[in-house]
């Protein structure tokens, strides 16, 4: 099947792309599922735990080894994360949705009610999370309204079994093979 291509062509004969509109691009965007992710730290600064919810995370290199995640420049949260020595990249289960909700509000305490232990790299590692992923940042890019977060990955493992949270056409749901 061929899809129609629509050529604008401006006055001195150069092709021109038309401008994407925000939301058909976020609509568009949607039809990829995508899993779910919490980053997560102990600030430095106060000892406490703080993370977020991250479902644009994917792994770039096996030598060395390396994941990346992307992050609103907005973010209150990275901030506190990137100031910590280790962070640790929680795979979250199907049945996480309300752990993913709490990590993605903005302020309050993100960590009310939730279970967790610390990693090997002394990050927190959540209950019931599919695989936990230890971590360094290497490198950060801007791009656009976000930047993206290349980390070294130095410890990871299985943690629970289930299936994964996904992300489709804006809702979460869940995926068993």
Not at 71 to 93: H, I, K, M, Q
Not at 100 to 111: E, R, V
Not at 154 to 169: A, E, Q
Request: with cysteine; net charge neutral.
């Amino acid at each position: 099947m061929s899809i129609p291509v629509s050529r604008r062509v401006g006055p001195d004969g150069a092709r021109r792309i038309p401008a994407v509109n925000p939301q058909h691009f976020r609509n568009i965007l949607g039809r990829y599922a995508t899993g779910v992710v919490a980053v997560t730290a102990i600030d430095p600064e106060t000892g406490e735990p703080c993370g977020l919810a991250v479902n644009s995370f994917t792994s770039v290199s096996l030598d060395p080894p390396l994941v990346s995640f992307c992050v609103s420049r907005d973010s209150t949260s990275w901030p506190r994360l990137r100031a910590a020595t280790a962070l640790c990249v929680n795979v979250l289960a199907d049945h996480q949705r309300q752990v993913c909700d709490q990590l993605a509000a903005k302020g309050g305490d993100k960590f009310g009610g939730l279970s967790w232990a610390l990693s090997p790299g002394g990050a927190p590692v959540l209950d019931g999370a599919l695989a936990w992923i230890d971590c360094t940042v290497d490198a950060e890019h801007p791009a656009g309204d976000h930047v993206i977060v290349v980390t070294r990955v130095t410890g990871l493992d299985r943690h629970d079994d289930g299936g994964p949270l996904v992300f489709f056409r804006g809702a979460y749901g869940g995926f068993r093979a």
